[in-house]
């Protein structure tokens, strides 16, 4: 509901008009320039990457971080453009506009009572500006403050009277009030002042459907679509209007232009579903149904619609399967019990049918006890009531009144660690070089291997597949006529060996070049890389679901679940006696973490990736597989820190996750 609200002035508007006396030399003017550019071109990260710079020549400038902020926010970094702008403030304690976008973002995380106080100040620092009254309406009607919100919304209408966001927002706020007179005024008033917007004409055509006026609400949605034939809100609401007024092929048409708009919308494919069922289109049904279980698999109700359909198609089995999972979803549906128990009696399961039907009358008899106790029940226990209502849009399809289940992690998504470290073949300049981390130790080994290729690097090496073999048969050519320092040598064969996955062979040549020359912390270090990938070509035929896994890595998991745990002691053990050689190198403690990790030795890992980044302040890859060990443990706060920090530090994959994240934060329940 909220993300249509008519939210915060956009964030891009403020660098239109946004300056700042420029006090510094020509260079920091220059970067000052290209970073807003950068933003308004939308390149956020070129403008995250170019303030960076700007920031290390002068730590002091507070413009530099407040636009940083700017951009992190548009990436939906929100917890790293909220510590941007924090040290805006810090630096200039009278900074009206950070306090302001700060607020802005608090309210974005559900921080609410921090961004009301920082909106205070704003406004006790510049009264005269209106921008901070609108937002802190919205964050006022978020926190169900619904009558301190209107004040907001009225200050603000008395300098911008033109905008029709904020009638829309009042208007909600007096619907909460259970005021209809002033909310269709207010939604009356938003569409004579913009008469293109869709957002009033379906906030009043909600409200009509709400009161059963249903021509009313049609005309408004038509209207909503005209102005906006890509806005899915109208055609959802306006499929409902058809439903209520039996005509459901209309119905079913404007549902499926939603999944046109939204192909992964699962409160559409349900109710698409439960219509469909309705007029008898059984299969077509189940296909929506499936749909909805695979986007929202903690969905009890479509688990339990499901096996009713099931049922008529005579798919007793998969029936009975549905109406389980349904019941692990929510113990107390007393009418998955009971229809189960039908199907178990059909399927010559007299056993569980007696005991379906015990716990279910045990839960009905539960339900009538409680049905005049202060305290709600479950409407699952009652055996009366239906669930082939269409949803509104309002409705919540993983969570609500029919979810007793939490989320799953951040975001449920698969969260994949950034693979390890080793040197490998790559073509000349295909990586730039690390600014701000030079080894010396590491450029003496290049310089003594001698191969233009070596790099050391997370990435796949791009050299063609027939160009490792031949390199492979060349440095055996070399190793059988070799008369001095051959293991260099046996170090580059090792290389191409693994490369061509022969890692048995690959883990020998570095035993070999480790017998000549064991004093070589670096050959200790792709010796484990070598044999952490063998131990995953080993446990590739195990397709078992692993929570967190590596992309693009030799060891691709790391089982959080305890079903099955693979050993990478030998690899461990490598970094181990690599860190004795060289302590100070970051890499083999970044290696060793994301080792420890996938053995599920969680506190080890983190310590490592700690010290790594003790080593390396910018590691940014240790930052991101930092953070994700931080998810994993439930430190939620520090590890989308650490996923913030690795985003400024250009890890590609921060962000889409910050997006996710910032995405649940704003579907959060704020009942």
């Given at each position: 509901m909220y993300r249509r609200l008519a939210i915060l002035f956009p964030v891009f508007l403020l660098l239109a008009g946004w300056c700042h006396p420029l006090r510094a030399q020509y260079n920091k003017e220059y970067f000052y320039w290209l970073g807003r550019t950068c933003m308004m071109n939308n390149d956020y990260g070129e403008a995250i990457r170019t303030l960076n710079t700007l920031l290390r020549f002068d730590d002091d400038?507070?413009?530099?971080?407040?636009?940083?902020?700017?951009?992190?926010?548009?990436?939906?970094?929100?917890?790293?453009?909220?510590?941007?702008?924090?040290?805006?403030?810090?630096?200039?304690?009278?900074?009206?506009?950070?306090?302001?976008?700060?607020?802005?973002?608090?309210?974005?995380?559900?921080?609410?009572?921090?961004?009301?106080?920082?909106?205070?100040?704003?406004?006790?620092?510049?009264?005269?500006?209106?921008?901070?009254?609108?937002?802190?309406?919205?964050?006022?009607?978020?926190?169900?403050?619904?009558?301190?919100?209107?004040?907001?919304?009225?200050?603000?209408?008395?300098?911008?009277?033109?905008?029709?966001?904020?009638?829309?927002?009042?208007?909600?706020?007096?619907?909460?009030?259970?005021?209809?007179?002033?909310?269709?005024?207010?939604?009356?008033?938003?569409?004579?002042?913009?008469?293109?917007?869709?957002?009033?004409?379906?906030?009043?055509?909600?409200?009509?459907?709400?009161?059963?006026?249903?021509?009313?609400?049609?005309?408004?949605?038509?209207?909503?679509?005209?102005?906006?034939?890509?806005?899915?809100?109208?055609?959802?609401?306006?499929?409902?209007?058809?439903?209520?007024?039996?005509r459901p092929l209309q119905a079913l048409r404007d549902f499926d232009r939603v999944i046109e708009l939204d192909s992964t919308n699962a409160l559409t494919y349900f109710n698409r579903a439960i219509l469909r069922t309705q007029i008898g289109d059984y299969n077509r049904a189940l296909d929506d149904y499936n749909r909805v279980a695979l986007y929202s698999p903690d969905n009890v109700l479509v688990y339990y619609n499901r096996a009713l359909l099931n049922t008529d198609l005579g798919n007793l089995d998969d029936a009975v399967r549905d109406y389980t999972r349904a019941i692990e979803l929510y113990p107390d549906f007393a009418n998955a019990y009971l229809n189960r128990s039908n199907l178990r009696e059909l399927l010559r399961d007299e056993a569980g049918a007696r005991e379906d039907r015990a716990v279910a009358r045990r839960k009905i008899a539960e339900y009538r006890a409680r049905l005049n106790d202060s305290v709600p029940y479950s409407i699952f226990a009652d055996t009366t009531q239906r669930f082939d209502r269409l949803l509104t849009f309002e409705s919540r399809i993983s969570g609500g009144a029919f979810n007793r289940t939490g989320g799953r992690g951040a975001g449920g998504e698969e969260l994949q660690l950034l693979p390890l470290f080793k040197f490998t073949l790559l073509r000349p300049d295909t990586l730039p070089e690390r600014e701000g981390y030079h080894v010396q130790r590491i450029a003496d080994f290049e310089t003594r291997i001698g191969n233009p290729l070596l790099r050391l690097a997370t990435d796949e090496s791009d050299i063609p597949a027939d160009s490792l073999i031949l390199l492979d048969r060349q440095y055996a050519d070399e190793l059988r006529t070799a008369e001095s320092e051959p293991w260099t040598v046996l170090f580059e064969r090792g290389i191409t060996q693994t490369l061509i996955k022969q890692y048995t062979n690959a883990v020998n040549t570095y035993s070999a070049a480790i017998e000549l020359h064991p004093g070589s912390p670096f050959l200790y270090l792709n010796r484990s890389t070598t044999r952490a990938e063998m131990v995953d070509f080993i446990s590739s035929i195990d397709n078992s679901y692993q929570r967190i896994s590596i992309d693009s890595d030799p060891a691709r998991r790391l089982n959080g679940g305890g079903k099955r745990s693979y050993s990478y002691d030998e690899a461990i053990a490598d970094l181990n006696k690599a860190a004795k050689l060289f302590p100070d190198f970051a890499h083999i403690y970044y290696n060793r973490a994301t080792l420890l990790a996938l053995s599920g030795r969680l506190p080890e890992a983190y310590e490592d990736y700690t010290r790594a980044i003790g080593l390396y302040p910018d590691f940014a890859e240790a930052y991101y597989n930092r953070g994700l060990i931080q998810l994993f443990m439930k430190d939620t706060r520090k590890g989308w820190l650490d996923i913030s920090k690795a985003g400024e530090l250009g890890i590609e994959q921060a962000y889409p996750l910050l997006r996710r994240y910032a995405a649940a934060a704003l579907t959060r329940p704020n009942d």
């Open positions: 400038a507070y413009e530099g971080y407040f636009l940083r902020g700017i951009a992190k926010y548009n990436l939906d970094d929100l917890l790293g453009a909220d510590a941007d702008f924090t040290v805006a403030i810090e630096k200039n304690p009278v900074f009206t506009t950070a306090y302001t976008y700060r607020a802005i973002t608090r309210s974005r995380l559900g921080n609410y009572d921090d961004a009301l106080r920082d909106f205070a100040e704003a406004i006790e620092l510049r009264p005269d500006l209106p921008s901070a009254y609108y937002s802190r309406g919205v964050t006022r009607l978020l926190n169900q403050q619904f009558r301190e919100a209107i004040e907001d919304f009225d200050m603000f209408l008395r300098h911008e009277d033109k905008v029709a966001d904020a009638y829309i927002n009042r208007g909600v706020c007096y619907l909460h009030l259970k005021d209809t007179l002033r909310a269709y005024e207010n939604f009356g008033t938003a569409i004579r002042t913009n008469r293109e917007n869709p957002d009033g004409y379906n906030r009043r055509g909600a409200l009509y459907m709400e009161q059963r006026r249903y021509r009313e609400a049609e005309e408004d949605f038509d209207r909503a679509i005209r102005c906006d034939t890509a806005y899915l809100l109208s055609y959802f609401n306006r499929a409902l209007v058809y439903s209520e007024t039996q």
